[in-house]
Nanobody, 126 residues
Framework: QVQLVESGGGLVQAGGSLRLSCAAS????????MGWFRQAPGKEREFVAT????????QYADSVKGRFTISRDNAENTVYLQMSNLKAEDTAVYYC???????????????????WGQGTQVTVSS
């Protein structure tokens, strides 16, 4: 029902910035809670950020709080992850995800998300 395609990944120096985009298909984008997850080599996928349907509520993993900003443009069916002051530890494949369920509290669990993108590589060098 929903296809997600991430873009914007690449190689960046520590301290630099990068903006990831996730384009969604369909006409019900605004009905989904959206999230970003990441997976580093040899590590399990972890929560990064989430944003509510209207975009009024956001939440971040402690490791990225104050450096990353998640946003969405429902008219364009796109969710973004603005990453600033990047660190080597941010190196990972970043995944966009959509949750169809209705939630009151922020959605941080992987199993709560129903659709996933293919991922985009972010590499931070020093």
């Amino acid at each position: 029902q929903v296809q997600l395609v991430e873009s914007g990944g690449g190689l960046v120096q520590a301290g630099g910035s990068l903006r990831l985009s996730c384009a969604a298909s369909g006409r019900t984008f605004s009905s989904y809670t959206m999230g970003w997850f990441r997976q580093a080599p040899g590590k399990e996928r972890e929560f990064v950020a989430t944003i509510s349907r209207s975009g009024s509520t956001t939440q971040y993993a402690d490791s990225v709080k104050g450096r990353f900003t998640i946003s969405r443009d429902n008219a364009e069916n796109t969710v973004y992850l603005q990453m600033s002051n990047l660190k080597a530890e941010d190196t990972a494949v970043y995944y966009c995800a959509a949750a169809a369920g209705f939630y009151i509290r922020p959605v941080r669990r992987q199993e709560q998300y129903d659709y996933w993108g293919q991922g985009t590589q972010v590499t931070v060098s020093s």
